[in-house]
């Protein structure tokens, strides 16, 4: 690494005030900072140097949805030679899952990278590190079907109202990749509802499976429950949905990588999946007896293997920006997340999944927890003193 960093020391002084490129210091500080722990020290507020800065603390995010970009690769190929009735080897499911997904993660970082460059240069700030996993975020929440162009949009909505409208990242009051994808199912619903999960390029010599079907089971849900895959099935994630979306397994892995670094809160995970089986036991207790198929009927446990509730509790809920910061505020904002997600599924028929919504809404409402809890605590202390 040593002569990575003489190179890069060497080029400081062209892009420094004064130097030849000096208006694009903000993207040699971007790269520079993102290779190595900046070197300037503090100038107000606590004088504490840790090397687990801002860009670290967000590459360890990606590192832990790596597990669901290469599941979601893998299922893209083998729900597409399903659907043609093919039995193809998991390396070639793969290779088919990834030259689809690659071009949609592509064109999220350049756009939306491009347009962070943008406005670092324009107003003369360093480049915010929050789109490291934001950038990977928007393709694993997607369907495999969507439009580049569409990404592309996504991505510039994405920076600018979801962030820089509000300061930049840090600033933001809700979490900006389910912005996005609330931008793209509110302006483009039919590419982002109906059978548009699988990716059914024609095979030459092939026909679509009678059997086949393109409805995800929030959709199969909301109809009949009982026609649902079988839990294996939905814990592995051997079904249609959003790119990153359909494996708990490979979340898993995620939340063990997020927990073990100390970036995200066990408590608000473990908050959401209390809030959904509270609610989901709830509704069981409500079903009509003479409806078996109602989705009333559903086990609560069902709620955490469907859709993406598993990805919004572990990636979005635990946004250290939009999430709740107080330690009780963490419960409160994870359980409410929990009832609301099964409230939106089985009352909403026209939008049964009910995560990205839920999300947005306790997102809306964070800081008012914490500020509920914080003026709880201090009247607290007054009775004490």
């Known amino acids: 690494m040593k002569p990575i960093r ?10 420094k005030e004064g130097g030849k490129y000096e208006k694009f210091h903000p993207a040699f500080d971007a790269l520079s900072t993102f290779l190595f722990v900046p070197g300037h020290t503090t100038e107000n507020g606590v004088h504490i140097r840790d090397a687990m800065d801002l860009k670290r603390t967000m590459f360890t995010v990606v590192i832990a949805m790596i597990p669901t ?28 899952g990834f030259w689809r997904v690659m071009p949609i993660v592509v064109v999220s970082y350049a756009v939306g990278l491009g347009t962070e460059f943008v406005f670092a240069i324009s107003k003369k700030h360093v480049v915010s590190e929050g789109y490291l996993v934001t950038g ?10 969507i439009p580049l162009w569409m990404v592309a949009f996504a991505s510039i909505f994405c920076v600018i109202i979801g962030k820089e409208i509000f300061g930049g990242t840090g600033m933001n009051f809700m979490n900006p990749a389910l912005l996005a994808r609330a931008f793209l199912f509110f302006a483009f619903p039919a590419y982002m509802t109906g059978d548009i999960w699988t990716d059914l390029t024609p095979e030459p010599g092939h026909a679509l499976v009678d059997a086949y079907t393109g409805a995800t089971n929030l959709v199969t849900f909301d109809n009949d429950f009982t026609q649902l895959p079988s839990p294996s099935d939905m814990f592995w994630g051997f079904e ?21 670094s100390g970036v995200g809160s066990w408590k608000i995970i473990l908050s959401c999946v209390i809030g959904t089986l509270a609610m989901g036991l709830f509704l069981n ?48 904002y994870g359980i409410l997340i929990g009832v609301f997600t099964v409230i939106l599924r089985v009352f909403n028929p026209a939008y049964p999944e009910g995560v990205m ?4 809404l306790m ?9 509920l809890v914080v003026e709880r605590h201090i009247q607290t202390r007054m009775k004490r003193a």
């Open 240 to 260: 249609q949905g959003s790119i990153g979306e359909t494996s708990v397994f490979a979340i898993l892995i995620g939340v063990f990588i997020l927990i073990a």
């Open 136 to 145: 990977l975020l928007i393709p694993l929440i997607l369907p495999v079907t």
């Open 363 to 371: 997102n809306v409402f964070a800081p008012l927890i914490d500020h």
């Open 357 to 360: 919504l839920a999300i947005l």
């Open 6 to 15: 003489n190179l890069v020391e060497s080029l400081e002084p062209h892009f």
């Open 69 to 96: 970009l290469l599941f979601g690769m893998w299922n893209v190929g083998y729900q597409h030679y399903l659907a043609y009735g093919m039995d193809m080897s998991l390396m070639e499911n793969f290779m088919f």
């Open 285 to 332: 207790l409500l079903a009509p007896v003479d409806v078996p198929t109602s989705s009333l009927h559903t086990p609560a446990y069902y709620h955490l293997l469907m859709g993406s509730f598993a990805f919004g509790a572990a990636y979005m809920a635990t946004d250290p920006v939009s999430a709740a910061h107080t330690e009780a505020g963490k419960w409160i």
